[in-house]
């Protein structure tokens, strides 16, 4: 009679791939010694949490485990670890979602686990919307989300402050990269998808190649490349004239993913001398002011014809392209005639070596922040809109908090670019983007340390100061909330509106969503909060032209705070709104980013439930 321990391990181990980790873990390791043994095998467990975890910190060398036979790497334990990591990230999640205290110190203890974290947040970014929290589960997954992303940004351009690595022309592909990271959404693809979709490229070249490519010149070689891409239209762009701002043509792994591929000069140039150098190729971007071009340099001991040669490697022949532009070699004494016609005088060589890669990376943010300023000026919408979703506040303004990233990693301290940058920085880090705190403690607070001693800075204080900016923060993390109720029955006479409505504006017309409220004038409504500049001229001109008079009638008007698509507390007088009962009239862009202070939305009463009862417990 035939008993489970005749059962071959194959099928046995084929059986477990089909229940639960957690099932095997607990129970099925009991059912007799056969199962216990395969069970408890390597090969079992490597697949567990292959099936389990789809992205790996890279504390973990998963690429280098996976080259390993099973046996080598205790899987089983390795599980666990992910396992007991997910239930301590879940926990501070919710923690994250159900009070304001204590919030950006969570947010950094998830951040600290880096991509071992993305897995669960990824998920909770999907969070069905039956959920009873469901607007600020998504809400705040994705900005714990978001700065993960970013750190695996500014840990690649960390690497450039080492005086060694500053002058380095390797790694441009994912120093350039990184730049998509400040943009990424849930399992959008990140730096190296982006490195994996360059190697599929260039393989795609090569197949399509003769077999006698090989034996052909270095310029033979880079000219075919040249042809390939922009026969594939990899570089360049569709009518430059009125998409050159847009912010998808500043970021190397959008414009590769992009259907019609458009990137600016630099980009294009970026994209080239990456496939080059994957095909064999020594290549670089020449940093030319402008409009930078792709730079193939012959191997060492020949010139780009193939003849031999005994020039030193320094002095290595070298051709020049313009693949966003051109599909022919760009003559050198074209180049040096117009660094003439800009009246560049002294240091033209400069522009005609292989750039570092911080310099290209400090090229890309300067373009990032003449998109941000563009958009700024001429408020065109389509300038800042990637994968098809429209833009928003915060993609924008993650333009400009990028570039300055950028300079304070890639610009050396002694230049004086650090400090004006440093200001801007902090200034955005602390209004939007408070959740990066721990970033800043991390890599900007030893930087500036180093900054302060070096030189003779002038004093900061405050927010000028980093380390003070930071303890400023963590105070207004931790401090309780100011408590707002509807005790007195003038109280419930005054306020009108509870938290959670929505309104229109009588004579603007935005949609928004109430937050806040003041039983008199703004002055006890919740900080910060901001009055655009004509809702304060009507205020006062409605309240006449004495300066006393005008106080004294704002004093006693009920005003709100509101949410809006691109403010989180704007101020808003009680007789300006009129509710809004229609939820078809809520814009997207409004839904977005109703998490961060309500958790669901009652399409019954056309109302956002409060996440804020720690401020208006009554509402």
């Known amino acids: ?30 059912v007799s010694k056969a199962f216990n043994r395969v069970a408890n095998e390597p090969l079992l467990w490597k697949y567990y949490c292959l099936a389990s975890f789809r992205y790996w910190d890279e504390e973990h060398h998963l690429s280098e485990k996976l080259q390993l036979r099973a046996s080598q790497t205790a899987w089983r334990k390795l599980w666990r670890r992910r396992k007991r990591r997910n239930t301590e990230i879940s926990r501070l999640l919710d923690d994250v979602i159900t009070s304001k205290v204590g919030r950006l110190q969570r947010i950094g203890e998830i951040c600290r686990y880096g991509y071992d974290a993305k897995d669960l947040l990824v998920a909770q970014c999907r969070t069905d919307d039956s ?51 400040f943009f990424v959404r849930e399992d959008e693809s990140d730096i190296d998808d982006t490195c994996a979709l360059l190697d599929r490229l260039a393989a795609d070249f090569m197949r399509q190649q003769p077999k006698k490519f090989e034996a052909l010149s270095a310029r033979d070689k880079a ?6 891409v922009r026969q594939r239209n990899l570089v360049g762009m569709d009518e430059p004239e009125e998409n050159y701002r847009n912010l998808r043509n500043c970021l190397i ?18 994209i080239y001398t990456c496939l080059a150098e994957r095909i064999g190729l020594r290549a670089a971007c020449a940093a030319f002011p402008s409009h930078v071009h792709a730079m193939v340099m012959a191997p060492p001991g020949r010139d780009l014809d193939g003849k031999e040669t005994s020039a030193p490697a320094n002095e290595a022949d070298k051709m020049f392209l313009d693949p966003y532009g051109s599909g022919e070699e760009i003559q050198y004494d074209d180049l040096r005639s117009r660094l003439v016609e800009l009246d560049w005088i002294n240091g033209r ?34 300038l800042a809109a990637l994968n098809g979703r429209p833009s928003s506040k915060l993609t924008v303004e993650s333009a400009a908090y990028a570039a300055r990233w950028a300079n304070l990693l890639v610009t050396p301290l002694n230049n ?7 200001d ?15 970033l800043v403690e991390e890599y900007i607070v030893p930087l500036y340390q180093i900054f302060t001693q070096s030189i003779q800075p002038r004093i900061r204080f405050t927010w000028e100061n980093v380390p003070e900016m930071l303890g400023i923060i963590r105070n207004m993390d931790n401090r309780q909330p100011t408590v707002s109720r509807r005790y007195t029955q003038e109280i419930h006479q005054n306020v009108w509106y509870t938290v959670g409505q929505v309104f229109r504006h009588k004579r603007y017309g935005y949609i928004g969503i109430i937050n806040g409220w003041g039983e008199r004038g703004t002055q006890s409504l919740p900080m910060p ?18 300066s006393d008079t005008v106080r004294q009638r704002l004093r006693k008007k009920t005003f709100y705070t509101c949410l809006k698509h691109d403010h989180d507390r704007h101020v808003v007088a009680q007789d300006r709104i009129e509710i809004v009962r229609d939820p078809r009239l809520i814009p997207d862009a409004l839904m977005h980013v109703a998490g961060k202070f309500f958790k669901r939305f009652d399409r019954k009463t056309c109302t956002f439930v409060s996440n804020i009862k720690e401020y208006f417990p009554d509402d």
Request: proline share 4%; aromatic share 12%; glycine share 4%.
């Open 1 to 30: 009679m035939a008993t489970l321990e005749s059962v071959p391990d194959e099928i046995i181990r084929h059986i477990l791939e089909y229940l639960s980790p957690e099932e095997t873990f607990a129970n099925i390791q009991l």
């Open 223 to 228: 000219l075919a490349l040249l042809k390939w």
């Open 424 to 438: 801007q920085f902090l200034n955005q880090v602390a209004q939007q983007f408070p959740e990066d705190s721990w």
């Open 131 to 181: 959920a009873g929290d469901v607007l600020a589960r998504r809400y705040y997954a994705n900005t714990v989300l978001a700065s993960i992303h970013r750190s695996v940004a500014v840990h690649e351009w960390s690497q450039y402050q080492e005086r060694a690595s500053f002058m380095t022309v390797q790694g441009l592909d994912r120093a350039l990269a990184a730049f998509d990271m």
């Open 253 to 270: 792994g959008y414009a590769l993913r992009d259907e019609r591929h458009p990137s600016l000069p630099i980009i294009s140039a970026a």
């Open 349 to 382: 060589d400069a522009f005609l070596v292989a750039a570092p890669v911080p310099v290209m990376v400090y090229r890309v943010g300067r373009n990032l922040s003449a998109t941000f300023g563009t958009f700024w000026n001429s408020r065109q919408e389509e």
């Open 529 to 546: 909060h901001n009055m655009s500049f004509e809702e304060a001229m009507d205020e006062m001109g409605d309240s006449g032209t004495d």
């Open 416 to 422: 004086f670019q650090w400090d004006s940058t440093l």
